[in-house]
């Protein structure tokens, strides 16, 4: 059973097909039909419902935002699902919803279920958000006709003072409900969509079923079943597994369990590299990154996903499981093919070993794509040098898109390591070297010779941007 | 003898025009209560529609193996054109768009077979089944093989001076260009579905989202072999149209009428986004080409254009397309001995169709590129050149089509846009910056918009209405008009209240029925409002005459001018209760029901001479952006957008600032982010939102000041305002050239880059390495 709060009433529902999305259980299933499907595929967020979770110390909820479209049922296991049903209070409208209807926000209205689900989770945490933070909030949902202008306005007025809503008025009732459900999810019994509370239970469900797909967020897996109609007969969540979510600090390393969701993720690693910030607010969307996990990412081994070129660039190490041992493996020795790693077929993705700041460390991430928000990564660059006295110490460099894996460039490595910084020369060592470093692919998103070249550029740039002096502009849009 | 009523401007305090009156269906559009075509609960054995499509793009098909579709668990039904009981043709207007394949296949994803099953993801895996063996034959995948094997999909239509060549070529200076001007998925968030409910008689309800639910009507009719009145559509509203639900809406009915007829159940077809994104057409790709003369001052003296429009395997709508393409090459500009020659082509794509502006914005195009062409001649600022060569009574007001364009707005409107955008305060500290800034280029380009308005298929410019008056003094009207979100209901009842002088939520605009009003024109060409306000208008003056009539007759009195005012009407000094007087009417014996009518005047135009008035009137538009490139990776932002957009009396600002706002961001789109790709052999890559990158909330302008200009119509169309849903599409021109502002900066505004939409980073860094090349020093 998958136990969760519909609103604020506990259900149980019995998975008999694991393929079930949330979004078809609540139209097709419980005949919720506010909650609309603009693309299947998490792109476009009309689907977007709010998730509540207990926080760890079982005191507050948190609130998120999901796309119900590619979010499995086991998504919804121990949490309360919000619909834009929900919201009204008797009849009256919630702040979010009226302040919509008061800017004018809605015109065809079929984008507009998700809109308010992002700003309400957006009410449930923040108080006066700044337009970035609207931005943010709801840059997982697309919008044909507005052009946004009056949704974000409605937006900050509606988040700027949140008033109590029902939500906050039953925090207790609803956090003693979740508590309850959780204490008995242990017992969880799915014939097909296994969800394992702990490392030896999913090594268990990996021995019984060896063929069955592991799936943590399900923002990639669940595109094989919305898009290409596949249907899986078993399926096992590691979202649930206890040891995947665990955040550990040492002085040196930052340890990020696989299966945190890119959202927690992306608030321990900025803790230490502000600078990826940007990179992070980049990557996919909101709701995805709310639901989508570090370890998921990774394991996929997209030669375009976001996460790797970072993982390459910072020499992060991945601890791979089988249940029984641990091996770790350095970041740049996992990816071995197109979208094939050193995963063993029972192994999994522990956690994400990365190395804490150090002295005189230049970092920065660069994505370059069609579009800044939810898009996907022509170019991802990302270069980390230790730069002490003007000297190159050591550069470490990762790339994606430029090639069938996530890369490195060995040559640029040893060939800037030394050089002096401030030297234009070495600007064009680099350049030299990175001209002809790579041999990417045209491709929906942009043509070889573009890759080529943004992989030079954006090296011009990491220069520019690391001078001591004279600070030139070098970016159309400041990330905060 | 009574007085007539007149159609008067609004002039009462409490009229319900030109207010800011929210949305009729915002509420339940928050709310998730507004009901879609997906929404509706659906009768008991409903089945549902999977669409088998080809994977080639031109060839003959030697056999369909449906065996593994029909095996497919949960599979009632297959069909292919075979099984289709009356017409296989659907095309809107000239034939060619078979409801499913017919012997050759003309398109990459074209439908050749369609699956009923129990269930939706039953019926597209089904689909996924069929083995459709084709002999592949040459397809025609570029304008310029289409034009050297003269494959049209109509003939060539031309306008103009048989003397502009030779008049440019004995002008002082001459400009020539091309440009290859993008398509553009219409990305209406919902997608392409229809529900069809079969009914007794052979008779079928038709639940569906389109524009056009009177072809929707016909179309079925016609598949099924029935006469048109056993079909009844119904259509509440589209999530999103765009001119993607005209013509290409119809075919999913078909289908589902098809197999509702076949198995008496209701059929629910509604597509996936992926195959929504192949199997329906877009915006035409243009390629245009022009040669243009000047003087010293950059006054047009001669145009020679020509505009190709890439109109996919048949002629669905594009006849009407490139003509309005054609009739926009001059935007706001006197072009002189102008000739213009616009070709149809024939290609094998899917048959790109309406989207907002219709071709003209991929004709407009053409005038802007001219003018900053010459611009850049002749070291002027743009803006300049523009404002030389605007249509003047004095210097020339009569189109290359020979219409006379009366009063040009676009003076003025651009006046007052140069002040409050502060363009020339701008225009220096852009220099300044730019001077000092190697990476980071600004750039910034004011923009004119003169749009046409009317269906330039002069049968279309009618409408009807339907008004009934309860017995409790509610009013339900209907109107031949759908809402796709752009407000028409909102605007339709703001009209009838305003008519009978009562609060709009009296007024219930009911869904678009064929049963109500028969024979509509599809809501397009941003005529709604227009045809359908008029016609709702008609018919509700009529209803005041007879109330008034009776009235009079009533308190034995000479009926005078009555007022209908605060729920109330007023005739001099009697005045009674609006719900009262409609009793007493009702137990009198009147008719309180009425269907409205309404006609464009003085619009005309002659193909064979290339001349006429096609247009009723012109919608006036300027906007002046400002944009960022980075000229490392072609990365840009539009920082500032300042609108000053022509609605005549607005009926409501709100509405018309929304579609303004709303038409400028997906112009923005369609030249910048949105990319159609398709690969060497004609199949398309970007059938996603992952892959098709239409504007993201974080696009938005920080900074976008949009006012409306006022002043009510010359025309005597609907109280004096002016159409809107298509117009501030346009505006977003400026910011392309905005762009090519910006990367014409590294040349010290010498060279005038060339920039094909959309101008994606790509693009743009590409114009800004060929710049480099072209000029000596370049900064970095």
């Known amino acids: 059973m998958v136990r969760f709060l519909m609103n604020n009433e506990p259900v149980e529902i019995q998975v008999r097909d694991p393929n079930m999305t949330v979004l078809a259980f609540l139209r097709e299933r419980m005949k919720k039909t506010g909650t609309k499907e603009g693309c299947a595929a998490g792109d476009c967020g009309a689907c977007t419902v709010v998730v509540g979770s207990l926080s760890n110390d079982n005191q507050d909820i948190s609130y998120h935002t999901v796309n119900s479209c590619i979010a499995l049922m086991s998504a919804l296991h121990g949490k309360q699902l919000i619909t834009v049903e929900d919201l009204t209070r008797g009849n009256k409208l919630h702040p979010v919803q009226s302040a919509l209807v008061e800017h004018h926000g809605s015109q065809c209205g079929f984008c507009t279920p998700g809109f308010v689900m992002s700003a309400f989770s957006l009410y449930h945490s923040t108080t006066k958000p700044r337009r970035e933070d609207v931005v943010n909030a709801l840059s997982g949902n697309l919008c044909r006709c507005t052009g946004y202008r009056p949704i974000i306005d409605a937006t900050l007025q509606a988040c700027e003072h949140p008033k109590t809503d029902q939500f906050d008025d039953n925090k207790t009732s609803t956090i003693r409900a979740l508590i309850a459900l959780n204490e008995e999810r242990e017992n969880a019994v799915e014939p097909c969509l296994h969800m394992p509370e702990n490392r030896k239970a999913l090594r268990d469900f990996i021995q019984c079923y060896p063929d069955a797909p592991l799936v943590a967020g399900s923002t990639d897996l669940a595109l094989e079943i919305t898009q290409q109609h596949r249907r899986f007969s078993r399926l096992i969540s590691v979202a649930q597994v206890r040891e995947l979510k665990r955040v550990e600090r040492t002085t040196k390393l930052l340890t990020l369990g696989a299966a945190l969701p890119i959202t927690k993720a992306m608030g321990e690693i900025t803790r230490d590299y502000p600078t990826l910030r940007e990179l992070f607010t980049r990557f996919a969307s909101l709701p995805v990154r709310n639901q989508a996990t570090l370890g998921g990412n990774v394991a996929n081994a997209s030669p375009i996903g976001d996460a790797p070129p970072l993982l390459l660039a910072l020499d992060a190490n991945l601890r791979l499981d089988d249940g029984d041992t641990v091996r770790s493996v350095r970041a740049r020795d996992f990816f071995t093919g197109y979208r094939a790693t050193l995963l063993k077929k029972n192994e999994w993705i522990d956690a994400i070993e990365l190395p804490l700041p150090r002295s005189n460390q230049r970092l920065a991430a660069y994505k370059v794509s069609k579009r800044m928000e939810d898009d996907i990564s022509a170019v991802c660059a990302v270069f980390n040098a230790i730069i002490e006295n003007h000297t190159v110490i050591e550069l470490k460099a990762g790339f994606g898109g430029v090639a069938a894996t996530p890369a490195i460039c060995q040559q640029l490595e040893s060939s800037i390591a030394g050089c002096d910084w401030r030297d234009k020369a070495t600007l064009e060592a680099g350049k030299a070297v990175l001209e002809n470093a790579f041999t990417p692919i045209d491709d929906v998103r942009a043509s070889a010779n573009y890759r080529k070249q943004l992989v030079v550029n954006l090296w011009h740039r990491f220069w520019l941007e690391h001078q001591c002096e004279e600070k030139i502009t070098t970016r159309v849009v400041q990330h905060a | ?780």
Not at chain 2, 485 to 504: N, R, S, W, Y
């Open chain 2, 1 to 780: 003898m009574r007085k007539l009523i007149q159609p008067s401007l609004a002039e009462t305090s409490n009229s319900r025009l030109g207010k800011a009156k929210p949305h009729e269906s915002a509420e339940r559009q928050v709310r998730g209560e507004a009901r879609y075509v997906d929404d509706i609960r659906e009768p008991i054995g409903t089945a549902y529609v999977g669409i088998g499509v080809s994977q080639c793009v031109s060839g003959n098909i030697t056999s369909i193996d449906l065996t593994a579709v029909k095996a497919s668990p949960g599979v009632i039904d297959v069909i292919t054109v075979d099984d289709v009981p009356g017409h296989t043709d659907i095309a809107p207007v000239f034939d060619g768009d078979p409801v499913l394949a017919e012997h050759r296949i003309l398109f990459y994803g074209q439908p050749v077979f369609a699956v009923l099953a129990t269930s939706t993801d039953a019926a597209r895996r089904a689909a996924q089944a069929g083995v459709v063996e084709v002999e592949e034959t040459p397809a025609v995948l570029d304008i310029n093989a289409a034009l050297t094997q003269q494959s049209f999909v109509r003939p060539t239509h031309a306008f103009g001076s048989s003397r502009a060549k030779s008049a440019v070529a004995q002008s002082p200076h001459t400009v020539s260009g091309e440009l290859s001007v993008g398509g553009q998925e219409h990305m209406y968030l919902e997608g392409q579905v229809s529900l069809a409910v079969p009914e007794e008689d052979g008779r079928m309800m038709i639940y569906t989202s389109s524009q056009h639910p009177s072809e929707v009507q016909k179309l079925v009719a016609e598949v099924l072999g029935e006469r048109l009145h056993k079909v009844t559509v119904d259509m509440r509203r589209m999530g999103g149209g765009f001119g993607g639900k005209e013509s290409q809406a119809a075919q999913w009915a078909c289908i589902a009428a098809i197999f509702a007829k076949r198995n008496q159940c209701a059929v629910k077809c509604r597509l996936p986004r992926s195959q929504d994104m192949t199997v329906t057409g877009k915006r035409h790709p243009f390629e245009n080409h022009w040669q243009v003369g000047f003087n010293d001052q950059g006054k047009i003296l001669a145009a020679d254009i020509v505009v190709n429009g890439n109109c996919g395997y048949s002629a669905d709508l594009s006849d009407a397309i490139v003509d309005r393409a054609m009739f926009h090459v001059d935007n706001g500009y006197y072009l002189g001995e102008a000739h213009v020659t616009g070709h149809r082509l024939k290609t094998s794509y899917v048959s790109h169709t309406a989207y907002r502006g219709f071709g003209g914005p991929q004709g407009m195009i053409v005038a802007e590129a001219i003018i900053d062409g010459i611009a850049r001649k002749l070291g002027e600022d743009p803006l300049t050149i523009r404002k030389r060569n605007l249509y003047a009574k004095a210097t020339g007001n009569v189109t290359p089509y020979g219409m006379d364009i009366g009063e040009n707005l676009l003076g003025d409107m651009i006046a007052r846009l140069e002040n409050s955008s502060q363009y020339w305060e701008r225009r220096n500290a852009i220099s300044a910056f730019n001077q000092h800034s190697p990476v980071i280029k600004k750039g910034l380009a004011m923009t004119p918009v003169k749009f046409g308005i009317s269906f330039t298929a002069k049968h279309l410019n009618q409408a009807g209405a339907l008004v009934h008056i309860y017995t409790d003094g509610s009013i339900q009207v209907n109107h031949g008009g759908t809402e796709m979100g752009q407000g028409l209901h909102t605007k339709i009842a703001q009209i009838a209240a305003h008519e009978f002088g009562v609060d709009t939520d009296s007024i219930e605009v009911t869904s678009t029925r064929t049963d109500k009003v028969p024979n509509t024109s599809p809501t397009a060409a941003s005529s709604g409002t227009d045809l359908n306000g008029k016609a709702v208008q008609n018919a509700c003056i009529t209803l005041k005459n007879r109330l008034i009539e009776f009235w009079a007759d009533t308190l034995g009195i000479e009926s005078d001018a009555a007022k209908f005012i605060n729920n109330r009407v007023c005739m001099g000094e009697h005045s009674i209760d609006f719900a009262e007087l409609v009793q007493a009417a009702y137990i009198g014996r009147i008719s309180l029901s009425c269907t409205g009518y309404y006609r464009t005047p003085k619009i005309f135009y002659d193909r064979k001479t290339g001349s006429g008035r096609p247009f009723f009137y012109f919608a006036y538009g300027v906007a002046a952006s400002e944009v960022s490139v980075d000229t490392l990776t072609g990365e840009y932002k539009v920082d500032r957008v300042d609108i000053l957009h022509d609605v005549g009396a607005s009926l409501n600002p709100a509405i018309d600032i929304g579609q303004i706002e709303g038409g400028f961001i997906q112009g923005m789109g369609w030249l910048t982010s949105e990319e159609l790709k398709w690969d060497d052999t004609g199949r398309l890559l970007s059938t996603n939102m992952a892959t098709y990158k239409i504007p993201a909330i974080g696009d938005t302008p920080r900074e976008m000041n949009v006012s409306l200009y006022k002043r009510p119509n010359d025309e005597d169309s609907i109280y004096h305002s002016k159409a809107v849903g298509e117009p501030p599409f346009m505006l977003a021109i400026s910011v392309w050239s905005a762009l090519k502002d910006a990367i014409a900066s590294l040349a010290d505004y010498r060279i005038d880059p060339e920039l094909s939409t959309p101008a994606t980073p790509e693009r743009v860094l590409a114009a800004v390495n060929e710049v480099r090349k072209l000029s000596e020093g370049s900064t970095l």
